[in-house]
Structures are given as structure tokens and as C-alpha cells.
């Protein structure tokens, strides 16, 4: 069992930066993939970022490559998004999963842990 808490949301103006943290109890995080996805009101869960259980593969859609960029610490058991130029169309609640081997890492329905979410909002 895998309890994830998100934190680092807020309110930010666009073109600002945030940097989202995830913290994960259990002893076997470090065997875990990770994923950060997003949804905004009326929308479907959208898939944002992605990092390998070892760390060397990391994943990302083109509407945030190149901005956002996504990292783990396995001694700290916390995984992280750094979200850099930021546009107000990145305004959601942002959640980060883990996936205990399931492919692709694209897709929500293969995660088996959820944290409960964070706000992001960016300003125009």
C-alpha cells in the first residue's frame, strides 16, 4: 500500500514557476514509476509527466515538454514537478500516482495510487 500527499500548489502569474512535491509512505516506493497528471473543470484527466522507477526514463506530452520537468528522490520518497513558464491553460488540480507496473505510464487507468490533489492556478 502506497499513500501519496501532494503539496506546492498555489497561485501563480503566467509565466511564473511552481515546483509540486509528492511524498509517499511505504517501504517500496523506490520500485514504484511515477506520474503527475492534471484536470481541469469539465475536463478529462490529462497526463503531464512520468518518471521511471530507476529515474532514467522520464516522459512527457508536448504541451508541457521543454517547461515542465519531473524528478524523484528515493531516499526522500518524494517525487517532484518543477513547472517552469507557466500558462493560465495549466490551471488544474494536479495529482501524482504510482504505477506498480503497468505500461504505458501515459495512461491514468494503469496507476494504482492516487494522492488527493493539488490546486494550480495560473494568472493571465
Known amino acids: 500500500q502506497v499513500q501519496l500527499v501532494e503539496s506546492g500548489g498555489g497561485l501563480v502569474q503566467a509565466g511564473g514557476s511552481l515546483r509540486l512535491s509528492c511524498a509517499a509512505s511505504?517501504?517500496?516506493?523506490?520500485?514504484?514509476?511515477l506520474g503527475w497528471f492534471r484536470q481541469a473543470p469539465g475536463k478529462e484527466r490529462e497526463f503531464v509527466a512520468a518518471?521511471?522507477?530507476?529515474?532514467?526514463?522520464?516522459y512527457y506530452p508536448g504541451s508541457v515538454k521543454g517547461r515542465f520537468t519531473i524528478s524523484r528522490d528515493n531516499a526522500k520518497n518524494t517525487v517532484y514537478l518543477q513547472m517552469n513558464s507557466l500558462k493560465p491553460e495549466d490551471t488544474a488540480v494536479y495529482y501524482c500516482?504510482?504505477?506498480?507496473?503497468?505500461?504505458?505510464?501515459?495512461?491514468?487507468?494503469?496507476?494504482?495510487?492516487w494522492g488527493q490533489g493539488t490546486q494550480v492556478t495560473v494568472s493571465s
Open positions: 500516482a504510482a504505477d506498480v507496473n503497468k505500461l504505458p505510464l501515459t495512461r491514468p487507468a494503469n496507476y494504482d495510487y
Open positions: 511505504g517501504r517500496t516506493f523506490s520500485s514504484y514509476a
Open positions: 518518471i521511471s522507477w530507476t529515474g532514467d526514463g522520464k
